[in-house]
């Protein structure tokens, strides 16, 4: 079992939202180097659909599930000005903040209620947060909230969770799917990957 596959067997094995907290904290230090050699893919897949539908200047933006900062990074680097990120983690949010990347930064747990007046961002990006036995639809109502009216949410999703119900619930909460990739394998070299997919969701 690799590094990777002992970390999120511990986070996905958590009872509690703080006790997913105290784990992601445990690991911040060291995480980005396990997702490496794991091939994580989901910040350069979620980065390249927002590239492709929020138009550049597009501000704010919400990295919602932001971790250490790997999505932030990424869309600051092709030229998104106004990020602001979201954890449950404050030890990720403190290795996030070192890279300098983000307006602010917001510790909130996604499927609560979240400090945002209605309409706050152009778009959300949540990528690597969506999937069975971890954060699933609970965490849409306050997202979409958040969302201006005609802007862009870019999710990565287990497999398991598109199928199973999310993707029959998003006409229920004004969101249009305006692009998906197919299924694809998150962490290559983690034992436990199962597939997931990344939509571009429009909110009416």
Do not use: K, N, W
């Given at each position: 079992m690799t590094n990777t596959d002992r970390h999120l067997n511990a986070v996905y094995g958590a009872e509690s939202a703080d006790d997913i907290a105290l784990r992601y904290n445990a690991w911040a230090d060291g995480y980005e180097g396990d997702m490496a050699q794991a091939g994580y893919?989901?910040?350069?897949?979620?980065?390249?659909?927002?590239?492709?539908?929020?138009?550049?200047?597009?501000?704010?933006?919400?990295?919602?599930?932001?971790?250490?900062?790997?999505?932030?990074e990424w869309l600051h680097l092709i030229g998104y000005a106004q990020i602001e990120a979201l954890d449950i983690s404050e030890g990720m949010l403190a290795v996030a903040q070192k890279k300098g990347v983000y307006d602010a930064f917001h510790h909130h747990a996604l499927g609560d209620?979240?400090?945002?007046?209605?309409?706050?961002?152009?778009?959300?990006?949540?990528?690597?947060?969506?999937?069975?036995?971890?954060?699933?639809?609970?965490?849409?109502?306050?997202?979409v909230r958040s969302t201006t009216s005609g802007g862009i949410l870019i999710l990565t999703v287990k497999e398991t969770l598109w199928?199973?119900?999310?993707?029959?619930?998003?006409a229920g909460f004004g969101l249009e799917i305006i692009d998906?990739?197919?299924?694809?394998?998150?962490?290559p070299g983690a034992q436990s990957a199962t597939p997931s997919r990344a939509v571009a969701l429009k909110r009416r």
């Open positions: 893919r989901h910040p350069s897949i979620a980065t390249a659909l927002c590239a492709r539908h929020l138009p550049m200047g597009a501000a704010p933006i919400l990295d919602a599930g932001a971790g250490t900062g790997l999505v932030g209620p979240l400090p945002f007046e209605d309409g706050r961002f152009a778009g959300v990006v949540c990528a690597g947060v969506l999937t069975t036995g971890h954060v699933g639809t609970e965490a849409l109502p306050e997202l199928t199973g119900e999310m993707s029959d619930c998003l998906a990739t197919q299924p694809y394998l998150s962490m």
